[in-house]
């Protein structure tokens, strides 16, 4: 990134020695052409940068017997080759034991579901009459993700009774 950085401001000072030395039509020419580059250089600047997945939101079900302290999960704007984590509060309020499970469904675009992953700490946990507890869910990006830039899914969690 120093080489082109470096590059530029050599084209940049070409061109503003150019400037001083041509005649008004060609001075405007010359003018367009520095703001045709610095364009390109922003353009290329942006384009260089890693690129963001913005996340707005994702549904998160509770099913009967199961209460959740939240109804939709803000993950905000998340690079790739990295983890966003949120916590919930999953309460079971039903009279008996129930075994959490976390299942992500109705991916939309598809193609999300192949390079973003939600994972919980509460898989197969046992959930007893009026207990809490907080789980942690984590929405990962794999640094492969292409094509997408924004996501929505839903997050059920259940409780099976044993």
Known sequence: MKNVTKNLQNRMKLIRSQI????KTKKAY???ATIFLVIIVSATIVISLVPAVSIPSSGVV?????GLNVNRIEWGTI???STVTKTVIVT??????????????????????????????RENEV????????????????????????????????????
């Open 62 to 66: 509770a099913t009967a017997n199961l």
């Open 30 to 32: 010359l003018a367009l």
């Open 92 to 121: 079971n309020l039903g009279t008996v034991p129930l075994t959490l499970k976390m299942n992500v469904e109705d991916w939309n675009p598809p193609l999300a579901s192949k390079y973003i992953y939600v994972t919980w700490d």
């Open 20 to 23: 001083k030395t041509a005649s």
């Open 127 to 162: 959930l007893y009459r009026g207990e809490s507890v907080t789980a942690s869910i984590s929405l990962t990006v794999s640094s492969q993700v292409t094509n997408v830039t924004d996501f929505s899914n839903q997050i059920k969690i259940s409780g099976v009774t044993q």
């Open 79 to 81: 690079y790739p080759n």
